[in-house]
């Protein structure tokens, strides 16, 4: 009887750790596997059809890894992507890239950074080129071009998709044609929800400058697109 009963002790505890174990399993998330170990944020952008029913409508999320691997969601926004949707191939196809992308560097048109990830201001001169060349996909200053500080791009980041630089002639050299300029930024006053050519629009700036105070360069963040 004794050894009956320190066997059915065992199973019990043996199963009460098998419950104990499997929330985390299923806590899991397929897109993860995408991002390096070392990456503990991830912004998340999906098509979605809570907001609209477009092909353009996302929503984007926060999401944090803590110390056991687990990943929770911090917060969601509403937002919008290129009019022709995901599976951007080349320059003026009105699509958004898929895959996994780190964040060159964040803007604002403020005097300082707002938060602590990589930073440049953005000036009314400001342009990522979209122009054939050698400053193909690549930041400049502009004389006489009056629109880089509009509404919708006073604060964002540029997205490291085909080699942007951030300077002429550093780094790797983009792909002529395979696509320039793509942002995550904010929108002009009166569209929050329009489609973007090719860049993912966080509607609200106050959700924007959220984002912007929680990335943390330490955490290795990631950049997840329609996975």
Request: charge should be positive; aromatic fraction near 8%.
């Amino acid at each position: 009887m004794v050894r009956r009963l320190g066997t059915l002790v065992l199973g019990l505890t043996l199963g009460l750790l098998t419950l104990t174990v499997a929330p985390a399993q299923a806590e899991q998330r397929p897109w993860a596997q995408l991002v390096p170990e070392r990456t503990t944020q991830v912004v998340r952008t999906i098509s979605s059809r809570e907001h609209c029913r477009q092909v353009w409508c996302t929503v984007t999320q926060a999401w944090e890894k803590d110390a056991d691997g687990r990943w929770t969601k911090r917060r969601e926004f509403r937002s919008t992507i290129g009019s022709n949707g995901w599976g951007k191939e080349r320059e003026g196809d009105r699509r958004s890239p898929n895959g996994v992308f780190e964040i060159k560097t964040t803007f604002t048109t403020t005097s300082s950074n707002p938060g602590e990830m990589r930073w440049k201001q953005r000036r009314a001169t400001s342009i990522v080129s979209s122009s054939a060349g050698s400053t193909y996909n690549t930041w400049l200053e502009v004389r006489g071009v009056t629109s880089g500080d509009r509404p919708s791009m006073r604060s964002g980041w540029v997205l490291d998709f085909n080699n942007v630089r951030l300077r002429r002639g550093a780094g790797p050299a983009p792909v002529q044609g395979a696509g320039s300029g793509i942002f995550y930024h904010t929108s002009k006053p009166g569209h929050p929800w329009s489609p973007t050519a090719g860049c993912t629009q966080v509607g609200n700036a106050r959700q924007m400058r959220w984002l912007l105070t929680w990335l943390d360069p330490a955490a290795k963040p990631r950049v997840v697109q329609n996975r």
